[in-house]
């Protein structure tokens, strides 16, 4: 566009004037599965879902002042039914995350640790069947420097050129078996980011750089240091120490983040997370004012956008009808009767038939001496009467295996006192907290640990002193069938693959066991998750009857009574 000046000098001179570029980048993350507007577990609507997001976002790409660029930010191959049912009961066809992505029209996305979970002939085919880059540029093959996945993109819009960094959170080996993700090594992520945001300036001369990453905000989540190496919730740190980035959206922590930091250059960093389940959509605005081919400025504003208004795109909904309709007589299929009904909430304050269901299996199909397990819901309950294969999901959420484990006395107890030190208070009379809580920034109430940590033991007999200080919890009494419990002599152990990666570091820390030693302890492994597992055991027994096993008991008795009474109200009504 040209001007035509019309100096005293009589001499016309040609000016441009500036060029503005709207840009809008529109992120998800931590999808879990949630593409329609339906929940499969619990056989009822949902108000949110990747159907409500794509209406959004027609929406925007109607705008004709603006282009639109579309993320995801990992974690999709895992939660509800339908992803696993694409992921293991119908693997030949076309996975629906990449029909579903690619309809949706992704720019590009990162890896997350969930979809590692579902090993190689899933992920690897996903690879190709993408029509975008799928971002990873921490997880190299081993012994090498070179990604496994693809480490960025460029995208260029009017001339404006955007690169797009995909990390991981490098913690995926404290977590999952490595067969899962055989031939790879994760990077730490400060040092990968400072190597790719490099590349993208000095080679591909990127205006814009935006950063993917699968990791959390929080990097002292867990215990941990943000000086600490191969950080789990590495999202802040790489905004605050590696120059260059001018945009970063977080996920993995399933928290919201709408936030500006200062690198160390003293350059602004805005920081996005949309949490979990397509309840919230990240979404960056960008201005870019050129002058020919040079940008002579940038403006980044954000939002964390509800998805909760938007009704669900009925294109999309027609597009996949047939395979909702699959799926739901998938999860509706009986495969037993229990007699009575289970309920998580029972097992966040003791034995509980919940959680002892598990343990049973876990023990009837290792032949081990104990079994280790914890919730993995806070509120679910499988009701007495017919239970379906989603029933299943409630009482397991995750696709962790079942390992058998060696583990002496000794660690054992260190492993129980290590639960336990988080999950219980320490009472001095029965008006306290049964539960051990913490405060929060807004002066609320939050439990201390995480419950899917609150595991607990079968096999053998023991009682939680709430009296006693973290540490001293714990007296084993003996086993369940009446041998004697030997803190010198070694016993093989039940537990899930998370857990016995190190996961919740209860081995690590608890049993004190070096992660590194981790694996020369496993004995056996399951070649189908722990859901199948059950499911499968479930459908043999046909008729169920779940109960607490009594095997381990608070005291004193009147303290565990009233603070879980209190405690179920806080927590609960």
Known sequence: MYLWNFKNTSIMEQTTVPEIVRIKIIATSDVHGAIFPYDFIENEPLNTSLAQVYTYIKEQRAVESQDVILLDNGDFLQGQPVVYYSNYENYDGTH????????????????????????????????????????????????????????????????????????????????????????????????????WVKVVKEQEHADIVVGLFHSGVDSTYNNRSDQDFMNENASSLVATQVPGFDLIFAGHDHQEANTVVRNSEGQRVIILDPKNCARLAAVASIQVKKDGDKIIDKKITGLIMEMNSCEPDREMMRRYSKYIHIVKDYVSKPIAKFTRTVSSRDAMFGNSAFVDLIHSIQLEETGADISFAAPLTFDSKVSKGVVCIRDMFKLYKFENLLYTMRLTGREILGYLEYSYSSWFNEMSDRKDHLVLFEVDEKGNNRTAGKFYNYSSASGIRYTVDLQKPAGEKITILGFMDGRPFNLDATYTV?????????????????????????????????????????????????????????????????FWTRGRKKDYQLMYD
């Not at 819009?157 to 993700?181: F, Q």
């Not at 209860?506 to 399951?526: F, K, M, N, Y």
Request: with cysteine; proline share 5%.
């Open 96 to 195: 629906i995350c990449a029909d579903v992505m690619n309809f949706m029209g992704y720019d590009a996305a990162s890896v997350g640790n969930h979809d590692i979970e579902t090993g190689h002939e899933v992920y690897d085919k996903l690879i190709k069947d993408f029509k975008f880059p799928w971002l990873a540029a921490n997880a190299v093959h081993k012994g090498t420097d070179e990604p496994y996945f693809q480490p960025y993109t460029i995208l260029d819009r009017h001339g404006v050129k955007i690169a797009i960094i995909g990390l991981i959170t490098p913690s995926i080996p404290t977590w999952l078996p490595e067969y899962l993700w055989t031939g790879m090594e994760f990077k730490d992520m400060v040092e990968t980011a400072r190597r």
């Open 494 to 558: 039940a537990i899930n693959s998370y857990r016995g990666n190190g996961g919740g570091g209860h081995l690590t820390e608890g049993a004190g066991i070096p992660h590194e030693q981790l694996l020369d302890r496993i004995v056996a492994s399951s070649v189908k998750d722990l859901r199948y597992i059950i499911m499968k055991h479930i459908e043999e027994k046909r008729v169920v009857s779940p109960h607490a096993l009594g095997n381990w008991k608070a005291v004193p008795q009147e």
